[in-house]
């Protein structure tokens, strides 16, 4: 399984897989800057609340999904092009050490541009002279709570990326779905049925009140990537790939 995972790493150190990771959650950051900028000078400016929501608005809700949208995409293409599939399948490794494989490497490539996010916050933060203490509740914890939150959204692109040969399907499926998530987030009745809005409302709480629906969106979260990921796997292990 080691050396499956080395061939791995290799596959996708010929793609751009990393500096889509590191470059597309700054434009959150961006926009976190741009809020600042237009709002620095207020009588109740406070630096951090304001550099938190300018840039998590934008992540949690556009920038994040598409995030997850892209690296998931990009790991399952190296396969779907140049009979990537038949070569690696021929070989002596079991589809289930593959399937998870990718899977865990997607994960932790996605935790890798959650982290860039939240140094990219703090580094602005400081920029614009925050000499306070770092809010690490809003800086760290919060943009990896809307990791946690996107659980269902990992699983539906992974499960969507293996399915479609055609990049194009998971792609416009992500980004489709990725757009009307800060409306729907603010509908009170019908948010709690549209996993893309789990990242909004998770993590922007003083302005999404989740109350007592929380433990149902989180409950949502883990048992729909439990079973959206397991059914993913019997169609891996069962389709004919070669």
Not at 95 to 102: C, S
Not at 177 to 204: C, E, F, G, H
Request: net charge positive; charged share 10%.
């Amino acid at each position: 399984m080691i050396k499956t995972l080395q061939m791995e790493i290799l596959k996708l150190k010929r793609t751009n897989i990393a500096l889509m990771a590191t470059i597309i959650p700054l434009f959150a950051v961006f926009q976190g800057a741009m809020f600042v900028s237009s709002n620095n000078g207020q009588l109740d400016f406070d630096l951090w609340n304001t550099l938190f929501i300018g840039s998590m608005s934008q992540f949690s809700s556009l920038i994040f999904p598409i995030t997850i949208t892209v690296i998931i995409a990009m790991i399952t293409r190296v396969e779907h092009s140049g009979n990537g599939w038949k070569q690696l399948l021929t070989m002596p490794v079991k589809r289930e050490d593959v399937y998870f494989l990718k899977l865990i490497i997607g994960i932790f490539t996605i935790i890798y541009s959650v982290f860039i996010f939240c140094i990219g916050m703090i580094a602005i933060g400081i920029w614009f002279g925050g000499n306070d203490s770092i809010p690490i509740h809003l800086m760290v914890v919060r943009p990896f709570i809307a990791l946690i939150a996107s659980m269902p959204v990992i699983a539906m692109q992974f499960y969507l990326s293996f399915r479609f040969s055609h990049i194009g399907i998971p792609l416009a499926f992500g980004a489709g779905l990725s757009l009307p998530s800060m409306l729907i987030a603010n509908s009170t009745k019908y948010w709690i049925y549209y996993p893309w809005t789990y990242p909004i409302v998770s993590t922007m709480t003083e302005t999404f009140g989740v109350g007592e629906k929380g433990w149902i969106m989180y409950s949502i979260c883990f048992v729909s990537f439990v079973i959206i990921i397991s059914a993913g796997l019997l169609r891996f292990r069962t389709k004919d790939i070669l």
